[in-house]
């Protein structure tokens, strides 16, 4: 079975400072995972997804995020916020040609200070 | 991309009624999702929603309490039965376009916030 915890509900970090959200991930198969990010009072938008090509995927809006098998982990970060920034961020898994299944984790709230 | 749209965004409810739920596409989709999100919880997948054949639901919800419709390959209703306070959530409406895996996407729905009084 799959699973997804991020780590920390709420992150707050300063305009300009690096963002990073935690995301680990169980899987008894190779999984695909994604990133998307709810913006207020707006649907969920896709970030960045890993289908097993590069480890490293870059996203939207200046995000990347690392796929580390060995410490089952797919943090997603980006090198400066920006106030647009503020949004919560879903992590989520789903088994490799599942479609639509997508496990979630609970989300991070990022908020971005001036 | 698909863009989608959901009615209502959001409404309140008294215990006991039912609230149907449409979601619309801008193109032709074959597999349309529901998901549920409870107050400080993650997305739970309800049911997969495919034209011409019946909802597949997920473990834990069934179709008499969360009944779907998929007319066309561009609509679907989700309906709320015999509410109460537990149901209040956002539900989601999804779909997946493209082909093959590296090219495939989900896309989701605003979301319709229900509060169950």
């Known amino acids: ?4 915890t991020q780590l920390g509900s709420h992150v707050s970090v300063s305009e300009g400072a690096l963002v990073l959200l935690r995301c680990n991930y169980s899987s008894s198969v190779p999984p695909y995972l994604f990133w998307y990010v709810q913006y207020p009072n707006q649907g969920l938008q896709l970030l960045l997804k890993y289908t097993s090509a590069a480890t490293l995927v870059k996203g939207i809006n200046g995000f990347e995020a690392e796929f580390k098998k060995s410490e089952t982990s797919f943090h997603l970060t980006k090198p400066s916020a920006h106030m647009s920034d ?4 879903f992590c989520a898994v789903n088994v490799r040609g599942s479609q639509g299944n997508l496990i979630f984790g609970k989300g991070t709230k990022l908020s971005v200070k001036p | 991309s698909a863009v989608i749209s959901q009615k209502p965004s959001r409404d309140i409810c008294q215990r006991g009624t039912s609230l149907t739920i449409q979601c619309q596409v801008d193109s032709q989709v074959t597999m349309m999702f529901w998901y549920r999100q409870q107050p400080g919880q993650s997305l739970t997948l309800i049911a997969t929603a495919n034209q011409g054949s019946e909802a597949t639901y997920e473990s834990g ?9 998929r007319p066309n390959l561009t609509f679907s209703t989700l309906t709320v039965s015999n509410m109460s306070p537990e149901d209040s959530s956002i539900y989601l409406c ?3 376009s493209g082909q093959g895996a590296r090219e495939v996407k989900q896309f989701f729905g605003p979301g319709t916030r229900l509060t169950v009084l």
């Open chain 1, 1 to 4: 079975a799959q699973s997804v």
């Open chain 1, 86 to 89: 503020a949004a919560e961020y």
């Open chain 2, 61 to 69: 919800f069934v179709i008499d309490k969360f009944p779907i419709s």
């Open chain 2, 94 to 96: 999804s779909v997946v």
